[in-house]
């Protein structure tokens, strides 16, 4: 079944900030498998994109306190082939506008993936990013 409103909508990656990068790095990419996609920031602001297997990935944030919520899932990106028109679905919906969209570019070691990003917040205050993928630069 296909979206109407979200164009190409699927799960491009849910984002987990937690408290030991290192560890939960380790975890995932050789307990679980997943395969280390792109890595960028540095100390508490480290970032790491995994594929999980199957084109859907994991998205882990360093920089987890004691005082702030980790082990939680931090928002749900979801792929799609329009940015601009699912941020203003999202909007007309009822969605608070966090960040509206941008081109970023997320840089490994091996490559670079551009892509076309907004957020928004849900109605129960949950982060929503839309996504974007542009063609990798290697």
């Not at 506008?97 to 205050?125: H, N, S």
């Amino acid at each position: 079944m296909s979206n109407k409103i979200v164009k190409d909508a699927g799960v491009h990656h849910i984002a987990l900030k937690v408290r030991d990068y290192d560890l939960s790095l380790k975890f995932y990419a050789e307990g679980l498998g997943f395969e280390q996609l792109l890595e960028w920031g540095e100390g508490n602001s480290r970032i790491c994109l995994m594929d999980i297997g199957d084109g859907v990935c994991l998205e882990l944030f360093a920089g987890g306190a004691e005082s702030q919520p980790t082990g939680a899932f931090i928002h749900l990106a979801i792929r799609t082939s329009d940015t601009d028109s699912a941020y203003a679905a999202a909007l007309a919906a009822g969605a608070k506008p966090d960040k509206p969209p941008f081109e970023a570019r997320l840089c490994g070691r091996q490559y670079t993936q551009p892509a076309r990003i907004a957020f928004v917040i849900g109605p129960d205050g949950e982060s929503l990013e839309f996504f974007c993928p542009r063609e990798i630069e290697r």
